[in-house]
Every structure is written in C-alpha cells, then in structure tokens.
C-alpha cells in the first residue's frame, strides 16, 4: 500500500517506498543502533514505532540515557534540539525540520536577549518548548511536569523571568504563590479551545470529568477537574474511576489514554472555530513515510554550534538534578 514514488531527499533520483513501512523501519534501527522517540502528539502510526513514547520530560531523560548511536526524533525541532544538546556524538534526526513551534517561534533570541537585560538581577527559568539560543540564555530548563517543582526549590527572595509560556507561567506562579516576570508568549493549539463549548460538553456529558495541560488559558483551566502534563493526564484517566474524559491539550495523546483505558471514552475538546486547530499542525509534519525516509537518507540532521550547546546543556543538567 505504501508504493507511491517520491523524490529521495538526498538525490534528485525518484525513489519507492517499500510496501511494508513498519519493517523497513526496524530493519533500519537495527542497521544504524537507532532509536525512536517519539512525542505523545505524533500520529497513532508513529507512536506505535517509537522505542519510546512520552512528554517532554520523558523525552529528555530518554535522550541523556540512550545508548543508541542514531536518535530519530519523532517530535518538533527544540524537542530534537535537546536530544543534541545531551548527545552531540550522536546523529540526530528530525524527520520533517519544518516541524517547530508555535511558542518557541514567539520568543526570538534577539528581543529575549534584550528582555533579559531589562531585569539583570532575574534568575531566568525556561520552559523545555524553547529554541537552543533560549535555552543557552537560561539558568534553568523545566518542562509541564516539573516546572513547580522547580521554582519551588528556587530563594523566595530571587526573582525569576519566567520564558516563554504566559499560561504556564500563570499556573505556576498561582501553584507556587510566587510573583514572577513572565514573557509573552503562548502555543497556538492551546489557546484554540472553545470555553462556550467545553461547557457544552460538560452539559452533554455530565460525569465527563474535564482535564487540561496548563498551557492552556485560564478560562479552559478553571472548568477543569485536573490539571496536568501530557504524562500526568495520561496517568489520571488510568487511575480516576470516571469513564468519559474532556481532553484539553493536543488529541495525540487521546491514542495512549484508548490504549491503556479502551473501556473508558475521551473527547477531545473542541476548537472555537469549525476547524482541526486542536491539532498542531507542526506535530502532523512529521509522518511514517518521512521517518523512514530520514533514516534511509541520515538526513535532515539537527546540528549546532559547541558554543550554544554548552550552554544549553547547563540549564538542562540543572532541570535533571532538580526533577529527581
């Protein structure tokens, strides 16, 4: 079924996909000592390649402890960026690199850089969904899952820039009661979902219990009944005793919650406009058939400068110590 041709990326030359994708797959991690990782928002065919499946958290701590010599990164490119970062012997692939984000794309390194300056004596803590100029302009890395618990740990008395999810950094600083500098900027998919029509469902699906990612608004993350990482809401529907769940962050994850739960229902929360908007469509770029072709081709590769990615990799050690 998948014998359509395309033009290799490496060549010129029109090339043929093979008919079974999934085994061309593995024979080409056996062949590269590869390993997939793969973003619980990647496309349920994706996901159920990866070696390994999880938030940006888990993906981090997977990347620091591979063995593999190739990371094939199913996710988007700061996620791929950070597999680097932690491993600058390895090659690292990306399978589409017009695969990036909305929120790291609203923070340019440039007027960060000069953000920065205005508030010198600010420690500044950057959300994991950064570019590797963001992080290396950093003190400490954090992710959905440990962002808390991280400014938790930090001296009331220091003051923080927080960079650069306003949501999230409005959620923590309501968990934490700490007053932090926050930068404006936010990700396009969860800032789609329609308050008006979460109601609506709750209505509809009065024993649903509602749950959000907490780079959502305010508005969405006040009719929730859990707020949580990716991961964090995956392992709520396992254990909560509801059976219907309004899922308020991207639907990828909706393929794990059915996998772990198949007797429990989740909806995932609709967008305000008539439109797929709940999808990143950055996430959707990538696709079994350019997994296959990156490992075929070793390319796209993610690279960078050694001076960018040690300093990267400081507030990244530092997140690692911290979420222990």
């Not at 600010?122 to 400490?140: E, F, G």
């Not at 999230?168 to 969860?190: A, K, N």
């Not at 699906?205 to 749950?211: C, G, L, T």
Request: net charge negative.
């Amino acid at each position: 079924m998948f014998n359509t041709a395309l033009v290799d990326r490496e060549t010129t030359h029109p090339g043929v996909l093979p008919l079974d994708l999934f085994a061309a797959i593995e024979s080409l991690k056996k062949e590269l000592n590869a390993v997939i990782l793969a973003h619980y928002y990647q496309e349920p065919d994706i996901q159920d390649i990866a070696d390994f499946i999880g938030d940006s958290l888990q993906l981090a701590r997977a990347a620091a402890n591979t063995n593999a010599d190739t990371i094939v990164f199913a996710g988007v490119h700061f996620m791929a960026e950070t597999a680097k970062i932690l491993n600058p012997d390895k090659l690292v692939l990306l399978p589409d690199l017009n695969a990036g984000c909305s929120l790291a794309d609203s923070c340019p390194a440039e007027a960060f850089a000069a953000f920065k300056a205005a508030h010198p004596d600010h420690l500044v803590v950057s959300y994991i969904n950064c570019s590797a100029d963001i992080k290396a302009m950093s003190d400490i890395i954090c992710t959905s899952s440990n962002a808390v618990k991280i400014v938790q740990q930090i001296p009331k008395d220091q003051p923080i820039i927080f960079a650069p999810d306003r949501n999230l950094g409005r959620y923590v600083m309501e968990q934490t009661g700490r007053d932090m500098v926050l930068w404006d900027g936010s990700c396009i998919v969860h800032e789609t979902f329609s308050e008006k029509k979460i109601v609506q469902l709750k209505i509809a699906h009065p024993e649903a219990e509602a749950i959000a990612h907490p780079e959502c608004e305010t508005s969405i993350l006040r009719h929730a009944n859990y707020i949580g990482s990716t991961a964090a809401l995956l392992t709520y529907c396992q254990n909560s005793p509801a059976q219907e769940f309004i899922v308020a962050t991207e639907p990828g994850i909706i393929h794990q919650m059915q996998k772990l739960a198949p007797q429990k229902r989740f909806i995932p929360a609709p967008p305000i406009n008539n439109c797929n908007c709940n999808e990143c469509p950055f996430m959707r770029l990538n696709t079994l058939e350019k997994v296959y072709l990156a490992m075929k081709n070793r390319t796209p590769e993610i690279t960078m400068s050694e001076e960018i990615r040690l300093a990267a990799l400081r507030p990244m050690q530092r997140m690692l110590e911290m979420s222990v």
